[in-house]
Nanobody
């Protein structure tokens, strides 16, 4: 059974940085995709950044390009999301998710919640002065 545990959320001032971590256990590393999603109050869950072993592709939402960076350490089964230049619109619960699929099935914007079947509990990020 796949388990994902997120950490690293918190309260940060606008312009600040946070690094989220997601440790994954109980899954196969073959052809897996893993990603970060966020959900603000009364908004739909959106894909922030995803990375795929299937074809090596990486996705970033337009709103975070140039500010966020996803990375993974396979020796620790951990995926990171480095978030810089945070603004209040980045506030939300950040979730880590994983599944095995070919990103090409979903086109260029393949980092979508329905593609992922295993989810963590989330970590809260609040950007406020």
């Amino acid at each position: 059974q796949v388990q994902l545990v997120e950490s690293g959320g918190g309260l940060v001032q606008p312009g600040g940085s946070l690094r989220l971590s997601c440790t994954v256990s109980g899954f196969s590393t073959d052809y897996n995709a893993i990603g970060w999603f966020r959900q603000a109050p009364e908004k739909r869950r959106e894909g922030v950044s995803c990375i795929s072993d299937y074809n090596g592709s990486t996705y970033y939402a337009d709103s975070v390009k140039g500010r966020f960076a996803i990375s993974r350490d396979n020796t620790k089964n951990t995926v990171y999301l480095q978030m810089n230049s945070l603004n209040p619109e980045d506030t939300g619960v950040y979730y880590c998710a994983t599944d095995q699929f070919n990103p090409r099935m979903y086109g260029t914007r393949w980092c979508v919640a329905p593609a992922f079947g295993s989810w963590g509990q989330g970590t809260q990020v609040i950007v406020s002065s």
